[in-house]
């Protein structure tokens, strides 16, 4: 049976800090605009900042449909499943907005990422997350599944790129700067890196 949560504490909070990966689900206010869905991952990438805020780190990728989405409308779900242990599905339903390389907010919400280095992935903004409405659901159809260890790839690939790489990068990305419904995307030039 499905459950409502007024805030994100206790066991709800330490369900999802424990999960190695969560979607994120946003779309266009166009009716036949692309909806997105993507897995996010890299141990210490998470945060909850308080009962009711999270955060994810937003790396180098080769599109920007999360950012496009929120800089329209904010509208964003993110979800978590246990494929390890007693069945659990949480989604927290909220407005999301990302916050850009430049913006002041941006060094003191990078400190609730921990030990986590900001330098090794393309670290491109912090998507800040206000819930709405939080629930859990059963997940009882969902496959146990095992953690074996994170990806090596994307790190090893980004940390070579300095800021004016990256930018390049990004530059010769197609859906980087727009996204694939022409909405605006990632602002480029990419601000210097504070960190």
């Known amino acids: 049976m499905g459950k409502s949560h007024e805030r994100i504490d206790g066991r709800l909070r330490t369900f999802i800090e424990s999960q190695p990966v969560f979607f994120t689900a946003t779309a266009p206010l166009s009716g036949d605009g692309t909806v997105n869905l993507s897995p996010k991952g890299l141990k210490g990438s998470f945060a909850v900042v308080d009962e009711l805020t999270v955060a994810y780190l937003d790396f180098a990728g080769s599109n920007a449909e999360t950012i496009a989405h ?6 964003i779900t993110l979800m978590w499943c246990a494929f390890q242990g ?5 989604r927290v339903h909220g407005r999301g907005e990302p916050v850009f390389r430049d913006d002041p907010r941006f060094t003191e919400l990078l400190g609730h990422f ?32 095992t953690y074996d260890e994170e990806r090596s790839l994307h790190g090893d690939f980004f940390v070579r790129k300095d800021d004016a790489e990256l930018d390049a990068y990004f530059q010769k990305k197609e859906y980087i700067g727009t996204s694939l419904d022409g909405l605006p995307g990632l602002p480029l030039p990419l601000p210097p890196a504070t960190f």
């Open 86 to 90: 007693p069945p659990n599905i949480v």
């Open 114 to 145: 921990g030990d986590f280095d900001p330098t090794r992935n393309g670290l491109r903004a912090i998507i800040l997350v206000r819930a709405e409405h939080i629930r859990d659901t059963c997940g009882y159809a969902v496959p146990f599944m």
């Open 70 to 75: 929120l800089r329209e409308n904010g509208r």
